[in-house]
């Protein structure tokens, strides 16, 4: 019997951006001798009539083959949650591209590796897909979202912002599906799942894929934003103009700034549009770039 057969397609909406559903696909990545929350979240998800897949991962290429194989099975098996069960190092200690996750003592994968399998699996998925990071750190996921590098690789993405013992994550995770399964919105979901939380300090969060993009832009759009931030920025293109032995021509610091905000409209704008296609824009207005939401300053 197939998932899409088992279970209805839950769509969970969000402010900017929805997800939907047919089955959780989780990915466990641990070492023999530890707790198996991923087996233990795939027992309890019988329980409560929600279809899922639990597939034993030992290295990168596992990761890989099983969201191949959920590609290839879109149209029989419907649409995943991709749900990680694994560990994730500290995004905060080394730069976020960097990031790993996977089992403690054999080599891991980063999280923004695994935006390249994302991405096609979340266009076949009409741009629903859900990752969840059941990891420390494991909202780490976020790394996937490449710039200009292929299309969003989720509409969602949920996990842990700090490390996270067993007992939490099997608490959490148990709350989050039964939440959803019992139709609240994912943004509710995840507030509810937080509270099952054991130790202090411990956290976890969602954010969509449009909220992250315009945070990616607004991150660029901050070099000029303010009359200080042009300055600098102007005064270090002439510095690295004058050390390629360029002539800088005496209009060149006032006609910069209109320059610059042009040609950063410009970059942003193709960054958006390849994350978020046009066929996809004119469907979903939502996934429109609101240029109001770059541009405004929140001191």
């Not at 099997?170 to 599906?177: A, F, I």
């Not at 905000?261 to 996809?280: T, Y």
């Amino acid at each position: 019997m197939t998932a899409e057969s088992e279970g209805s397609n839950l769509s969970v909406p969000l402010p900017s951006s929805r997800v939907g559903f047919h089955y959780v696909l989780i990915l466990e990545w641990l070492e023999d001798n530890e707790p198996r929350t991923g087996a233990d979240l795939h027992a309890y998800l019988q329980t409560i009539g929600m279809p899922s897949i639990l597939v034993d991962c030992r290295a990168a290429d596992d990761v890989r083959a099983a969201l191949d194989d959920a590609l290839r099975n879109v149209g029989t098996r419907g649409k995943p949650v991709i749900h990680i069960e694994a560990h994730g190092a500290d995004p905060y200690a080394v730069p976020i591209s960097e990031a790993d996750f996977g089992a403690q003592v054999t080599p891991g994968m980063t999280w923004y590796e695994l935006g390249d399998w994302l991405a096609p699996l979340n266009e076949t998925c009409e741009f629903e897909l859900l990752v969840v990071g059941a990891t420390c750190f494991g909202f780490g996921a976020i790394a996937a979202m490449k710039v200009n590098a292929h299309v969003a690789p989720f509409a969602a993405c949920a996990g842990f912002t700090t490390p996270v013992m067993p007992g939490s994550v099997r608490d959490v995770m148990k709350e989050l599906y039964r939440s959803i399964k019992n139709g609240s919105p994912l943004r509710e979901s995840v507030a509810s799942a937080a509270l099952e939380v054991r130790s202090p300090g411990e956290t976890f969060q969602v954010t969509s894929s449009i909220k992250l993009a315009l945070h990616v832009l607004r991150g660029v759009y901050d070099s000029i934003r303010t009359p200080q931030a042009m300055s600098a920025r102007v005064a270090s293109i002439a510095t690295q103009a004058q050390e390629f032995g360029l002539v800088i021509h005496q209009n060149m610091p006032s006609a910069m700034p209109s320059v610059l905000r042009e040609r950063s409209r410009v970059r942003m704008q193709e960054a958006w549009d390849c994350w978020f296609p046009a066929s996809l824009q004119a469907s979903a207005p939502a996934y429109r770039l609101d240029w109001s939401l770059v541009e405004k300053w929140w001191p």
